[in-house]
């Protein structure tokens, strides 16, 4: 059972440009968190999800950035017109329901030029 | 909002010896639960330990154990026999809600 994918696992962008981070959840998990980890700071939380649903977005900035959980196919963390401060690492995380600890992907370092 | 604070920015233990990692919670919820993440070099976060709120008795998982006070709303781990390879930053979480929230982190260093 495969764990928790991500890629890519670097993304660099230049400035203006659109990042786009996939997230594929372990077999059988069905709610996705999104997490930004700032160097030497600990996670901050962006988005919940669940298949098709967005539960819980409050922490996510409100313009440039979006999430999806599509019925097929991984959840997207999309980034538009990035910015130098979009620059660190994305999280994502799975669980089988939303009580269960969460299982968590290697990470996307996204750089922007 | 829940907060999670991690008192501690770094700490140092040797190789053999017990360290605490500290955790503070700040919650009005009763139904909630408690994890400690190891981050290595390597960025990976991996499950150390997890704690139900309803549950009195302390979590243990081999060499780490946690001292669970929900009065107190404190939340330490404790690491017995360290090793080298326990080094890495230790992120303590809460999860009640929706999400999962995460403290600053401590640096856990082991001296050979």
């Known amino acids: 059972n495969a764990g928790v994918m991500q890629n890519p696992r670097h993304l660099v962008r230049r400035r203006g440009q659109e990042a786009r981070l996939r997230c594929s959840p372990m077999?059988?998990?069905?709610?996705v968190y999104w997490y930004r980890q700032l160097p030497e700071e600990g996670l901050k939380f962006m988005v919940y999800l669940q298949k098709e649903n967005i539960i819980d977005e409050s922490g996510m900035p409100k313009e440039r950035f979006s999430a999806e959980f599509p019925k097929e196919g991984p959840s997207i963390l999309r980034i538009q017109q990035v910015v130098r401060g979009d620059s660190a690492a994305y999280f994502c995380?799975?669980?089988?329901?939303?009580?269960?600890?969460?299982?968590f992907g290697n990470g996307t370092r996204l750089t922007v030029t | 909002a829940q907060t999670v604070t991690q008192s501690q920015p770094e700490m140092s233990v040797q190789e053999a010896e017990t360290v605490t990692l500290s955790c503070t919670y700040d919650t009005s919820e009763s139904d909630y639960y408690l994890f400690w993440y190891k981050q290595p070099p390597s960025r990976q976060m991996i499950l150390v330990i997890r704690q139900e709120a309803y549950k009195q008795q302390n979590a243990t998982e081999n060499r780490f154990s946690v001292n669970f006070q929900k009065a107190a709303k404190s939340f330490s781990l404790k690491i017995s026999d360290s090793q080298l390879g326990d080094a890495a930053m230790y992120f303590c979480a809460y999860k009640g809600g929706n999400d999962m929230r995460f403290g600053a982190g401590t640096r856990l260093t082991v001296k050979p």
């Open positions: 077999k059988g998990h069905s709610h």
């Open positions: 995380a799975s669980a089988p329901s939303r009580v269960l600890p969460l299982h």
